[in-house]
């Protein structure tokens, strides 16, 4: 009896320190796997010959590549204005003239206003400003938010305020920029709008000029309205569907038109939401990195492009100091975000919520809706559909061959060749590993963010960090600090690539899991815990036994989330498994892609595909369950 007693004295004293160990444990995997490669870059920037100096950072910033006219400020700030002003009068004059030359061939129209617009809005998107590689990167992510709120608000607004068939399909379909792989969509835009993709095809049997999309921005502008769009589309509508709609029948029964009620009432809720989806569109494009490779290279280099350029190069010095300034950007991004993302989410579920109209019907503004149909068709169905169809079709016609060759391929490849077997061999492996540590991770960071005060708001920041800090950076840090490996008391401690691999995909992966549980776990009765620990059950025996059986859902579809983005993860992926065979099926999609042989890309884009898919439909019937 005096043993099982002790036995069972040991069993609660382990209990009662559980979830504070768990907390301990995962404020040290988040300083191994986060901070400290992050921390080891910010040294690599700020040290020369191994003593401290800025020398690296003030390179990046004198070299007007990087930095353009603001070049200027570090070596004569006194010439900074003039340099600007004269840029600002060349730029501006050179978008008028070629804006000017539109309105004659509307006016006589005939096949040369398709050339009069092109030529416009190539020299509109060609001027952006002097601020070099880093001014680029903005200018196109300025061109990615504008082009993600045009294509994504018209769906908010349909989701709000229109009743129809499928409408919960397509509101679950907005969460696939979290899910699909961004290498797999540049492979569907290559096959979509390539020399001898669909729509090409369509303008020859029209008898018009084809358009030669691929490396150029434009394409990567349509790219990423692809990603972004439905985000922007996800957050508007909810902000839509809480408007009060009392506040809008009081404007109208005072006079208000319908369009001044929407201008002065709905608007003005709308706001904060907008903000909040074009802020986190502009983060979000301002770090792209798989779509601007794969669709652009360096011909249309961003910053994230050209970091990887100098990684490859061996310039880490030169790369630290490049990750350093991005991330100071991307910083200030984020908390811009986080301040918006509060206004937009305020407030409890309205009373009176406006109604939604049927569909059916046919005016103006349904007609209008119909060309919108088009263009989200256009734009989202035909990349994914193309890519389908071009991993079975060759120039005979149906095939399988590109298949027939991956299967090939993993019996006759060279070690040094990429495998498909490896790959998805690799892939699946990664997405388990990453799964053990996120969702723990993601679970005691959501326990962690209940508190109130200091506690709270530190969780926040851990949970957000991954988002502001790109995953080259990621994968560069890792590179330097725990794959090259790192003294510890005069023994060399270093992990191999799969190791870093894993790590990378769990801290971009933990902070959904904390985003899908934390809800979850604000919004239980705590009188349940109370009565738990009241009847002498331990805090982690209440949370195995409560709390955790009540947000499964929750944990479920944050694990999902989790598998699904180390399947697609590819940023700091391709640096780490350089050289290894540690590749992963994003790895090996892009090395196809870059052999330039579209049909095996295709093909392996479609397996990865098919994983993904089968992640979302997790996501979609188990997350989809407490969204209520």
Not at 147 to 171: C, D, K, M, N
């Amino acid at each position: 009896m005096a043993g099982s007693r002790t036995g069972r004295e040991r069993s609660r004293r382990a209990e009662r320190v559980a979830v504070p160990l768990a907390g301990l444990a995962t404020a040290a995997l988040l300083v191994v796997m986060l901070y400290y490669p992050v921390g080891t870059v910010l040294v690599e920037a700020v040290t020369r010959d191994g003593a401290p100096s800025l020398s690296p950072l003030l390179d990046v910033l004198r070299d007007p590549f990087y930095v353009g006219a603001l070049a200027a400020a570090v070596r004569d700030p006194a010439g900074v204005p003039a340099g600007v002003g004269a840029w600002f009068v060349t730029s501006v004059a050179d978008v008028l003239g070629a804006l000017a030359a539109v309105p004659g061939a509307v006016l006589a129209p005939d096949r040369s206003t398709l050339g009069a617009l092109a030529a416009a809005w190539t020299t509109f998107v060609g001027a952006f400003p002097p601020f070099g590689l880093f001014g680029f990167t903005a200018w196109q992510a300025l061109l990615s938010t504008l082009a993600s709120l045009a294509l994504g608000l018209p769906g908010a607004y349909v989701l709000a305020r229109f009743e129809f068939p499928g409408r919960q399909t397509i509101q679950s379909l907005t969460a696939v920029p979290f899910v699909l792989p961004s290498i797999m969509v540049a492979v569907g835009f290559v096959a979509a709008f390539g020399t001898n993709g669909p729509l090409n095809d369509l303008l020859r049997a029209l008898g018009l000029p084809t358009v030669e999309l691929l490396f150029s921005l434009e394409i990567i502008v349509l790219a990423h309205a692809f990603y972004n769009a439905p985000l922007v589309t996800r957050i508007v509508a909810a902000a839509w569907e809480s408007v009060d709609a009392r506040t809008v029948e009081t404007a109208r029964s005072l006079g208000a038109s319908p369009l001044r009620a929407f201008r002065d009432v709905v608007a003005p809720q709308l706001a904060p939401a907008v903000a909040t989806g074009a802020l986190l569109t502009f983060i979000f494009t301002f770090m792209s990195f798989p779509i601007v490779l794969a669709l652009g290279g360096l011909k249309l280099a961003t910053v994230e492009v050209w970091l990887y350029d100098r990684v490859q190069q061996l310039a880490l010095t030169e790369a630290a100091a490049l990750a350093v300034l991005e991330t100071v950007v991307s910083l200030g991004l984020t908390y811009a975000y986080l301040r918006y993302e509060d206004a937009a989410t305020r407030g409890d579920r309205v009373a009176s919520a406006l109604k939604r109209e049927p569909l059916a019907g046919l005016d103006a503004k349904r007609i209008a809706l119909v060309g919108y149909a088009l263009v989200v068709g256009l734009v989202f169905v035909l990349p994914l559909v193309s890519m389908l169809v071009a991993s079975v079709t060759g120039p005979n016609g149906l095939t399988t061959r590109y298949y027939e060759f991956l299967l090939q391929r993993e019996t006759t490849a060279a070690t040094s060749q990429t495998k498909p077997g490896v790959a998805v061999r690799n892939s699946l492996l990664f997405g388990v590993g990453t799964l053990a540590l996120s969702v723990p991770m993601g679970l005691v960071l959501a326990l962690a963010s209940l508190r109130e005060g200091v506690a709270s708001r530190l969780v926040g920041v851990a949970a957000m960090a991954p988002f502001a800090v790109s995953g080259v950076v990621v994968g560069l840090g890792m590179l330097q600090g725990l794959v090259f490996g790192v003294d510890v008391f005069g023994t060399r401690l270093a992990v191999g690539g799969p190791v870093a691999i894993v790590a990378a995909h769990a801290v971009g992966a933990y902070p959904f899991v904390v985003r899908n549980v934390a809800p979850l776990l604000g919004g239980l009765d705590r009188r349940l815990v109370e009565s738990a620990r009241a009847l002498g059950a331990t805090r982690a025996r209440a949370l195995v036994d409560i709390e955790v059986p009540l947000v499964m859902p929750g944990i479920a579809a944050g694990a999902a989330f989790a598998f699904a983005i180390s399947i697609g993860e590819f940023d700091s992926t391709v640096i780490l498994a350089e050289g290894s065979r540690a590749y992963t099926m994003p790895v090996a999609v892009e090395r196809f892609l870059t052999d330039r042989t579209l049909g095996p890309a295709t093909a392996m884009g479609s397996v990865l595909l098919v994983v993904t898919a089968a992640s979302f439909v997790v996501i979609d019937r188990v997350g989809g369950r407490y969204r209520e």
